[in-house]
Structure formats: C-alpha cells, structure tokens
C-alpha cells in the first residue's frame, strides 16, 4: 500500500511539472492585392534564439524561404513544420490556430513573431513580436506588414 501511494504521488508531482495550456491564436489580415499570405507562427527564447514552430500557413515549402526569420531559426527542416501546417491565407481573412502550450513558456521571456509573405510582393521578418505573458492575453497588436491585427488567449 505505501508503495501504492509513493508512485501515486510521483505521478502527480511529473504531471504538475508537464502543465500545458490551451491557447488560442488569432491572426487577422489587411486587404491587399495578390495571393494568399504564407505566415509563420513561431516562439523565440529569452535570449532572441529560435525555440520552437508553432504554425506555419502556406502548403508549398518552396516559398518558405520567404518567411525570412522562421527560415533561418528552424532551418527549414521538415520535422519543424510536419503536421504544424494549413492553407495560405487570403486577403481581408483570419487564422485562428488553437495550440497546446507548456505553462514554462508563459511569463517567462519568449516572444511570438510572425513573418509574412506574398507571392509578388514584399516579405516581412517579424510582422508581429510580441511577449507571450499573461499581461498580453487578449490584447490586440496591429502588425508591420499584412497583419492588421493579432492577439492570444487562454
């Protein structure tokens, strides 16, 4: 029974640890002439380095040399972007992703960025960067390039 209840609180104690949080991101576009945005959604560290891809829209990775930032951090290596991707997204519209985020990335120095490009037109590093805290939950940014606006929550 007393190893019962130690394995018990072990398993409580490693799951308290590997907490993940529901958060949805919203990634509304301008009006622009031409073809469907390619977006990365993507976190860095602390330190400005490259952590992790979180979404990336677009379906044809020969253009994801375009999205300048994300390219360079992750590479370009499939196992960053497989099964983490949708359709480009079109002028006037809205991407909503809806991920599962370890609580140690909250509150904690990483930032979003976004990069975006279309086909034709320019290209742009870092379109939104922002803090992921719990200070900025739904809170609107207005982006650099063809993101009107942008916003997270849990």
């Avoid at 977006?39 to 375009?66: F, I, M, N, S």
Wanted: hydrophobic share 35%; with cysteine; charged share 25%.
């Amino acid at each position: 029974m007393k190893k019962c209840l130690i394995v018990l609180g072990l398993v409580i104690a490693i799951s308290d640890l590997a907490q993940a949080r529901e958060v949805t991101f919203t990634t509304e576009l301008l009006n622009y002439r031409g073809e469907g945005a390619y977006l990365a959604l993507y976190l860095k560290d602390a330190a400005g380095g490259y952590e992790k891809t979180l979404w990336v829209a677009g379906d044809k990775p020969k253009y994801y040399k375009h999205l300048i930032g994300w390219a360079r951090g992750s590479g370009l290596e499939p196992a960053e972007y497989d099964g983490i991707t949708g359709a480009s997204v079109t002028s006037g519209r809205t991407l909503e992703v809806v991920l599962d985020l370890d609580d140690s990335l909250i509150d904690n120095g990483y930032e979003i960025h976004i990069d975006t490009a279309v086909e034709d037109r320019r290209d742009n590093r870092s379109d939104i960067v922002v803090p992921l805290t719990s200070e900025g939950v739904g809170q609107s940014v207005s982006g650099n390039g063809y993101v009107r606006s942008f916003r997270y929550d849990f």
